[in-house]
C-alpha cells in the first residue's frame, strides 16, 4: 500500500510541478531537493524532470498516462484502503476481490501503451500487480485458517 500511496504522491507532485511557472534551473533544483526526500529517489526525478516532462507532453505517451491516471486513483483513494478494512474485519472474499481487480488494473494499465511507445510505467505496474498476487495468496492462507 505504501508503494500505491507513493505513487499518488508523485502523480501529484507531477501535477503541482506541471502548473507551477518555474524557470528551468529553479524547476530542477526544486525536483532535485523534493527527490532526495522520497523512497525512490531515480523513479522520483526520471519522473518530475522537465526535459522528459516535455517529451511526454504533446506526444503519444499523453493520454495513455492520463489512462493510467485513471486506473489508478480510484484503486489507491478508495479501493486500497477497502480492502484492508476488509481485511480487518475478516471479509476475505471482498478484500481478495479488490486486490485481483488492482492486478487488473495494472495490467489495463500497461495495455494502454502500444507500438513504438514503451510503457514509462512497466516497472511499477509489474510491482502493483505482483504485490496484488501477494495479497490475494495471504488471503487465501487466512481463509483456509493459517
Avoid at 531515480?42 to 498516462?65: H, I, M, N, W, Y
Avoid at 486500497?80 to 481478495?96: E, K, V
Amino acid at each position: 500500500m505504501r508503494a500505491s500511496v507513493s505513487s499518488l504522491s508523485i502523480l501529484l507532485l507531477h501535477i503541482l510541478l506541471l502548473s507551477a511557472p518555474l524557470p528551468l534551473i529553479q524547476c530542477g533544483d526544486l525536483v532535485d531537493q523534493i527527490c532526495k526526500k522520497t523512497p525512490f529517489y531515480d523513479l522520483c526525478v526520471l519522473s518530475l524532470q522537465p526535459t522528459s516532462v516535455k517529451q511526454a507532453s504533446g506526444t503519444s505517451l499523453e493520454r495513455p498516462l492520463a489512462d493510467c491516471a485513471e486506473l489508478y486513483i480510484p484503486v489507491v483513494k478508495y479501493n486500497l484502503p477497502q480492502a484492508m478494512d476488509a481485511l480487518i474485519r475478516g471479509r476475505y472474499g471482498f478484500a481478495n476481490y479488490v486486490f485481483s481487480d488492482a492486478s487488473k488494473q495494472a495490467a489495463a494499465c500497461e495495455k494502454n501503451f502500444s507500438g513504438e511507445d514503451k510503457s514509462p510505467l512497466t516497472d511499477r505496474n509489474n510491482l502493483i500487480s505482483n504485490l496484488s498476487d501477494v495479497a490475494v495468496a495471504i488471503i487465501k492462507i487466512l481463509q483456509k485458517g493459517f
